[in-house]
């Protein structure tokens, strides 16, 4: 009887083991994840409004083309976006502009070198109600 047992145990304690050692192997990639920037294959944009008036916010995927909506940032907020890699320009550059609601002017950043996995912050300046002209833009991390 114990050799019947040893041989129903031994597959099923290395079968056990195996799933353990998957389970902590997964548990390890999860954690990566978790810690600062973005996932692979984004760039986290962190825009802090300063002004008054609500701000459209877009990524601007090559010169001269209407750049894709990453969102609002209400007057007075901080939102952050992630950015896909595919929505930059090539080479690893982005560019985002900025549009107040109810106003006629936008404003368009120079283009920033950016790293997957990278942070860039967006601080939004305006001047009277609705002239963004002072803004900038950098890379964090």
Not at 44 to 59: A, C, E, F, I, P
Not at 109 to 128: C, E, R
């Amino acid at each position: 009887m114990t050799r019947l047992r040893r041989a129903l145990t031994a597959p099923s304690l290395r079968h056990g083991i195996t799933l353990l050692a998957v389970a902590l192997l997964s548990a390890c990639s999860l954690a990566k994840l978790g810690g600062r920037g973005s996932p692979p294959g984004t760039v986290t944009l962190v825009v802090d409004n300063r002004g008054y008036s609500d701000v459209n916010v877009y990524v601007v995927r090559a010169e001269g083309v209407r750049g894709a909506r990453l969102g609002t940032v209400n007057g007075g907020a901080t939102v952050t976006f992630k950015v896909r890699e595919t929505y930059l320009q090539a080479g690893g550059l982005m560019q985002v502009q900025a549009r107040t609601i109810g106003g006629n002017s936008a404003w368009t950043s120079p283009t920033l070198s950016v790293n997957s996995g990278g942070v860039v912050k967006l601080d939004l300046i305006a001047t009277g109600t609705t002239d963004l002209s002072r803004s900038q833009i950098y890379i964090i991390q």
